[in-house]
């Protein structure tokens, strides 16, 4: 664990020390690798503090949007919400049976389609996951106030809102 922090903190480093040898890129281009790093950097710090837990982030993300949305969704339904290939989140939903957190039941609506819904075995482990990610967001967010962070959400929303729509118009094409 010890090494992989490391590693990123060598590679972080190297970046800012590239980033600081130029002046600041204030394009749009600049502005979405900068976030899209500062996404890369977060995804990885909670993908390390949730492995010392035994939970991946994509199922971390699966059960948190199982548990958003009343402990039931169809497999595409989780897919787009987690914003992965549904063969991707099928693997990880196979797993995440086989272990008893999840079940898929016939869908009431459609015979052919089938939702996943979470168990007292996946209730319960929601309930330990969550005070961890809790801590982990809290640490996390730590480096700015409150107002910084509710501006961040808005902007990211913003940024969500905009972007979802051109997604999925061309996710049709």
């Not at 800012?16 to 979405?32: F, I, M, S």
């Not at 196979?94 to 016939?106: D, F, I, L, W």
């Not at 482990?125 to 700015?144: D, K, Y």
């Amino acid at each position: 664990m010890e090494q992989n922090w490391s590693r990123i903190a060598t590679r972080t480093k190297a970046v800012e020390t590239a980033e600081g040898n130029r002046r600041d890129d204030k394009t749009p281009l600049g502005t979405l690798l900068s976030i899209m790093m500062s996404y890369e950097v977060l995804a990885r710090y909670l993908e390390l503090g949730l492995k010392r837990h035994a939970v991946s982030l994509i199922r971390f993300n699966i059960m948190s949007t199982l548990f958003r949305n009343g402990g039931e969704l169809t497999p595409s339904e989780i897919a787009e919400s987690v914003f992965r290939e549904k063969n991707s989140v099928t693997a990880v939903l196979n797993t995440m049976e086989k272990q008893g957190v999840v079940r898929r039941e016939p869908s009431i609506d459609d015979r052919r389609s089938v939702k996943i819904v979470i168990t007292d075995k996946g209730w319960k482990e929601a309930n330990r996951l969550s005070p961890i990610a809790q801590e982990l967001c809290r640490e996390a967010l730590s480096c700015m106030d409150k107002q910084h962070a509710d501006e961040l959400v808005g902007v990211m929303r913003t940024m969500r809102e905009s972007l979802i729509p051109k997604i999925n118009k061309n996710v049709g094409k």
